[in-house]
């Protein structure tokens, strides 16, 4: 039995799509039961890049066949899906599901920077686009597009924000290597705040009273006296006292 054909009745069966580890998982629990049917103990241990190159395959296969459905990754994960001519009727069979209605130019254009840039802070992306972004951030995490993924190691150390697994499944991609090149938005170049001062690398911001205390011109040490007696002589032909 052939891995690509084991792989397709798992999502035909699915209610959800599937990712490589979730089928891995499903390859392995099937060949480790007490009960395992032989035919199931080979595949048990099959490589996350076997079942990669048998989808895909399997997709090539489907796309030849020029069937009214297709085998797609989307945001990481493996779901059979109707081909989109198929839509009117489909919608007949179903309904049409209440959908969020649809990104303002404003909110598509601060996605682009953030997708295309991420990680990047609220400041960078008003630096790109050259306007407040506030509302329209609030917009993009409230739909779940966009989630905060931490701190920039810059003074205040803003929130960092990348784009979401649904910012994926909203516009149809299998992984971020698939958005569309866009090297003029990558160019355009954004100024970092400094990074916060350290006494030492690795060490806590230095509190502001030893800042004032480094800032401040230190004062030479004190130039020893001046004495107007002579030297003293050493005769000739004796060493001087220790």
């Not at 049917?37 to 048998?54: G, N, R, S, V």
């Not at 959908?99 to 840039?117: D, F, V």
């Not at 299998?174 to 001062?197: H, K, S, T």
Request: with cysteine; proline share 9%.
């Amino acid at each position: 039995m052939e891995l690509k054909f084991i792989l397709e009745a798992l999502l035909f069966s699915a209610q959800k799509p599937m990712s490589v580890k979730e089928l891995r998982d499903v390859l392995a629990n099937a060949g480790t039961v007490d009960d395992a049917d032989e035919a199931a103990k080979p595949f048990k241990k099959t490589k996350d890049d076997d079942i990669t190159a048998a989808l895909e395959e399997l997709a090539r296969e489907h796309a030849a066949a020029a069937r009214s459905y297709r085998l797609a990754c989307v945001a990481g994960a493996w779901q059979f899906v109707t081909q989109p001519e198929f839509s009117p009727w489909l919608k007949a069979l179903v309904g049409v599901k209440a959908r969020p209605s649809r990104l303002s130019q404003a909110a598509l254009e601060t996605l682009a920077i953030i997708a295309y840039r991420q990680p990047v802070t609220r400041a960078e992306v008003e630096q790109v686009r050259g306007v407040n972004v506030d509302g329209t951030m609030q917009t993009l995490l409230e739909r779940g597009l966009v989630e905060q993924s931490g701190r920039a190691e810059v003074v205040g150390r803003p929130a960092l924000y990348n784009t979401t697994p649904m910012f994926l499944e909203y516009f149809g991609l299998r992984g971020l290597e698939d958005l569309p090149a866009a090297d003029e938005l990558r160019r355009i170049p954004v100024e970092r705040p400094p990074a916060p001062v350290t006494a030492d690398a690795g060490l806590a911001t230095v509190p502001p009273e030893q800042l004032q205390l480094n800032e401040t011109v230190a004062v030479p040490p004190a130039a020893a006296p001046v004495s107007n007696a002579p030297p003293e002589t050493t005769p000739a032909g004796e060493a001087p006292l220790a």
